[in-house]
């Protein structure tokens, strides 16, 4: 997920905070010290409570089909000065498993906990798209809450882009089955039958 981290024309600077609600980082703002809860890209404590920061359309995809599309791109370097192993994922473990760290206040057992999802929200609705309901899928033309969307799926590298109809970027959010369903108990749930 991308946010802009523009509010009321200033830039906020991030941070982490290392607080987790129901098992979703909380992010911090450096200027007032409110708190975020990112999957609902709010702050939810602090003097910016309530404060909405505007949601970004991204493309999640590979290093080498970004380089490929641009090839001019800069990229940090691994040579940081500091000893850490930054091609290993320290959650490797946690993303095989079906367990969550803490519990939270809502399950569904519709999709395993650790599924990874597609989260759209589209004029206060929203869906999500299990990825293993898009395999074999190339090109998926759907709607959510009545705005018709487009989402070209890789299988290979388990990688999406969302757009509308008219070729635009659609925001989304790629999460956890029970992370999307915690926070958006109304969701619907696509499915590869074509049923809702």
Request: overall charge positive.
């Amino acid at each position: 997920m991308v946010y802009s981290a523009e509010n009321e024309g200033k830039r906020l600077v991030f941070g982490i905070s290392g607080k987790l609600y129901e098992n979703n980082v909380l992010l911090y703002d450096r200027q007032t010290e409110s708190l975020w809860l990112q999957m609902k890209n709010e702050a939810v404590a602090g003097p910016l409570t309530g404060t909405q920061l505007k949601t970004l359309p991204f493309e999640d995809t590979t290093w080498g089909a970004w380089l490929k599309k641009h090839p001019d791109t800069l990229v940090l370097s691994l040579n940081t000065g500091h000893r850490r192993e930054y091609g290993k994922d320290p959650y490797e473990d946690y993303y095989r498993s079906n367990r969550t760290l803490f519990s939270v206040k809502r399950e569904s057992s519709i999709l395993p906990k650790m599924e990874k999802v597609i989260g759209i929200e589209r004029g206060r609705k929203y869906k999500a798209y299990a990825f293993r309901a898009l395999k074999g899928v190339q090109t998926l033309k759907d709607a959510v809450g009545g705005i018709s969307i487009v989402i070209r799926w890789d299988e290979k590298n388990k990688t999406a882009v969302v757009e509308d109809t008219d070729g635009n970027p659609v925001p989304y959010i790629v999460s956890f089955w029970y992370a999307w369903y915690n926070f958006h108990p109304d969701t619907e749930i696509y499915k590869s039958d074509g049923s809702r």
